[in-house]
């Protein structure tokens, strides 16, 4: 399902029915209108019961949930969407069990199925994005106690690098990754497949970011 810019009452109004749902994937499956995978031909019988679309050329049956997160699901579409709606606004995540009283969802092994399968295509469609434009790019040191030495070269901490778009008033899209060095050459291999080229980089100055070629410090 495609992110949008919503509310919780436009996503409650948008998706208030299973039929609403169906026809919201139908139209991110095929924009152009229904189109058979295996002879390209665009009419098709609709057989309800089992979600199904028969084209009307060569008889092939497509469902409309095959090759998505919600292939094969007993659960409904509604549930389905607002649980990604819901994993998806909350910065600080939300617990499977909160999520399946929330959603009435019978089971928590269905629960949890369903929230591996929503992370795992999040993860995906952004391992597929690249950070573009202006981009502020420093490392962070977590997990030490509070006691001992602060920031590069404390000991017992782990050493996260994280790059956000910065588009003016506000922060775009980010990344964030654990490195065993902020090095250039380990900074190169984290991050190369993941900026677009010719963005700007502005960092605090360490050297290891040298290994970007447009720096603004």
Known sequence: MKQESINLIEFQNKFATEEYCRDHLFRLRWPEGYSCPRCGNQQSYILP?????????????????????????????????????????????????????????????????MGHKIRKAMADRDANYKLAGLIEMDDTYLGAPRTGKRGRGAGGKAKVVVAVENRGNKAGFATMCQVEQVSAEELHHKFQGQLEPRCRIRTDGWKAYGVFETIES
């Not at 092939?60 to 090759?67: D, F, I, K, V």
């Not at 995540?93 to 399946?100: A, F, I, R, W, Y």
């Open 49 to 113: 019961k089992r979600c199904l679309y028969q084209c009307k050329r060569c008889g092939y049956q497509t469902s409309l949930t095959a090759g998505t997160v919600f292939h094969k699901t007993r659960t409904p579409l509604r549930k389905w969407f607002w649980m990604i709606f819901l994993m998806s606004r909350q910065k600080c995540g939300v617990s499977m069990l909160s999520l399946q009283q929330m959603l009435g969802i019978r089971s928590y092994k269905t629960t949890w199925v």
